[in-house]
């Protein structure tokens, strides 16, 4: 089974801080995704990348930069964070054949910044 | 990208079928559709992906008309579990990310 794991379920953090979320998928997908979730907005995409190195914008990249140094691992950066950015994150991952195909999520990661 | 429409929720009772339409009036012909499912708390996960016609599996079946304006998840026989969130993207073939709309929300009571 692909396993798609995210370094925190919850967090907590304070405005102004620099937070890194971290994800981690185990079956060599070469496309890696974050989204931010919340009520009412459905699950909208903020970065995306298919391969490492590289990074492309999603729908609401403002407030966040992405890092892929290692295949396996795609990071998300909240470079000074802000009570708005407070939602749930969640990290995908996808085979490249065919990239919008089949995504596999993780669990989740709920953040709020106070 | 085709723009879809689902009900924002249904209700339904344990036991029986359930079927939830999308309407994706614009899709465009390499377009395939896609529903996924998402409980409290989890990620969304993909239950299936149809063209046209007919498309089944262990969780459900897909139903696409000739026209492909619309499709019909159907889900048989529902229990307490599948209270969740469904989705129905359309998606295209190629590097165009998914767009994930606001979903509908089933409710199953006992």
């Not at chain 2, 085709?2 to 009772?13: G, L, N, R, V």
Request: with cysteine; charged share 20%.
């Amino acid at each position: 089974d692909v396993k798609v794991t995210q370094s925190s379920r919850y967090l907590v953090k304070r405005t102004g801080e620099k937070v890194f979320l971290e994800c981690v998928q185990d079956m060599d997908h070469e496309n890696m995704f974050w989204y931010r979730q919340d009520p009412g907005l459905g699950l909208r995409l903020i970065y995306f990348s298919y391969d490492v190195k590289m990074k492309e914008k999603g729908d609401i990249p403002e407030g966040y930069s992405v890092s892929r140094e290692k295949k396996e691992r795609f990071s998300l950066i909240l470079e000074s964070a802000s009570t708005n950015q407070t939602s749930m994150y969640l990290c995908a991952s996808s085979f490249r054949a065919d990239p919008f195909y089949e995504q596999y999520f993780g669990p989740g990661t709920r953040l709020t910044v106070t | 990208l085709a723009k879809t429409t689902q009900p924002i929720s249904m209700d339904s009772y344990e036991g029986q079928e359930v079927n939830i339409t999308c309407s994706h009036n614009n899709i465009a012909t390499n377009d395939y559709i896609t529903w996924y499912q998402q409980f409290p708390s989890q990620g969304p996960r993909f239950i299936i992906q149809g063209y046209k016609t007919k498309v089944t599996n262990e969780v459900a079946s897909l139903f696409i008309p000739a026209d492909r304006k619309s499709s019909t998840l159907s889900l048989p026989r529902v229990s307490l579990s599948d209270t969740a969130v469904y989705y129905c993207l359309v998606v295209p073939t190629g590097n165009t990310p998914l767009v994930f709309g606001k979903g509908t929300r089933l409710s199953v009571i006992a």
